[in-house]
């Protein structure tokens, strides 16, 4: 189910595993409402009664298995918009700061990995006394959030740093927080922590398909064979970024299906073209997912380029247009229990991290921050060392 996408052709396995558990014939009757109603509503949605026991079933499952605590602080008084950040982001960036509240009563210092624009910084600045340092790869973000801090008159600094090769990048006593540090990097935070004299962490995980290995392997110590089982393919790890609702996480729900659309008819194009496309995502190797977000026209011409083959003319790119419309509405409806399943995978990274501080002595909490209104990847941690000096 994870592995293969349905697509119609002969010995399709994507339709086969579905048919063998007596699921096709259901999902591909939803009308276009229900299933509209079903991917918005992910989890939450109310299934139709009439699809098969099993996956219903499955479906309460996964709400089990995905129903972790809110750890959103108490509302307060509504603060005033802040220049330069968008009313969601500052919605984040404030319930961030109170959930790190508990766990900075001991840190030295407040270092903020991936700090873009410095909304965190600045915000921790204003509520602590100790130094408050972000860290981010991008030299022209470290200057803006540099301007925008003496624009404020507030005391955070900034570093152009590459935290994933800087292995001495923390020291004793830090707290170590970062908000939606994607993928790989959410990882490396969490290890070096748990290695060395850091006393505090918190973070909100995104884009865990973000880095360098091909798969993802456990950080904690999982017995027996769960450590293979548990190792997940760095592809399959975008799932968890099929989040429901129409707020996606960089784009709407209708921006994302009609992207997906087009990756679609790209893979079309690029099988007709005599290329072996073997895996979900691979038809943009090369290319940014964003681009899936441009025009189906640019989007074929970049990713033609890339591999150094000539463009299909007008005539054939709208060809592949039609025949990836007729075959989208049959893979949405295919692809439900498989997008569920992405809420399961960030959940399992979030409790894998967690796990990882907790064998290394940390007291860690576990839970959702903000609403999926405020951004999908609402999943946190903070954690802070149980003995302290």
Not at 160 to 168: G, I, K, P, R, S
Not at 241 to 254: F, H, K, M, T, Y
Not at 365 to 385: D, H, I, K
Request: proline content about 6%; aromatic content about 4%.
């Amino acid at each position: 189910m994870l592995d293969a996408l349905p697509d119609r052709a002969d010995g399709d396995e994507g339709a086969l595993v579905l048919e063998r558990r007596g699921w096709l014939p259901a999902l591909v009757g939803l009308s276009d409402d229900a299933l509209e109603a079903l991917e918005a509503g992910g989890l939450a949605a109310s299934w139709p009664t009439t699809m098969p026991a099993s996956l219903l079933a499955l479906v309460e499952e996964l709400r089990v298995l995905c129903d972790v605590p809110s750890l959103a602080p108490p509302p307060g008084p509504p603060t005033s918009p802040r220049r330069h950040q968008r009313p969601r982001k500052q919605a984040q960036v404030e319930a961030f700061a109170a959930g790190l509240q508990p766990v900075l009563a001991f840190a030295r210092r407040i270092v903020d990995v991936g700090s873009g624009h410095g909304h965190l910084t600045r915000e921790l600045a204003a509520l602590v006394q100790a130094p408050v340092v972000g860290l981010e790869y991008n030299p022209r973000l470290v200057d803006e959030a540099q301007r925008l801090a003496r624009a404020l008159s507030v005391g955070p600094s900034y570093e152009t740093t590459n935290v994933l090769a800087d292995d001495h990048v923390f020291v004793d006593g830090d707290c170590v927080v970062g908000l939606h540090a994607c993928g790989e990097l959410g990882d490396v935070m969490v290890q070096r922590a748990g290695g060395g004299g850091v006393v505090a962490v918190g973070l909100v995980g995104c884009c865990l398909q973000k880095r360098r290995g091909a798969v993802r392997q456990p950080l904690s110590a999982l017995p027996g064979e769960l450590t293979t089982q548990c190792t997940v393919p760095k592809a399959l790890l975008g799932l968890s970024n099929l989040a429901p609702g129409d707020i996606g996480v960089e784009a709407s729900r209708q921006d994302n299906l009609a992207g997906r659309e087009r990756r679609l008819a790209l893979r079309w194009l690029l099988e007709q073209a005599g290329v072996e496309v073997v895996g979900a995502g691979a038809e943009i190797a090369g290319l940014n997912r964003r681009a899936s977000h441009q025009p189906l026209a640019t989007l074929v011409q970049r990713a033609f380029a890339v591999r150094g083959l000539v463009v299909p003319d007008a005539a054939r790119v709208d060809q592949a247009a039609r025949w990836a419309s007729t075959l989208h509405g049959y893979r949405r409806r295919c692809a439900l229990p498989r997008q569920l399943l992405g809420r399961l995978l960030e959940v399992f990274v979030l409790l894998d991290r967690a796990l990882f501080l907790q064998e290394r002595g940390f007291q860690v909490v576990v839970g959702t921050l903000f609403a999926p209104e405020v951004s999908a990847r609402n999943l946190a941690f903070f954690a802070s060392r149980l003995q302290q000096e």
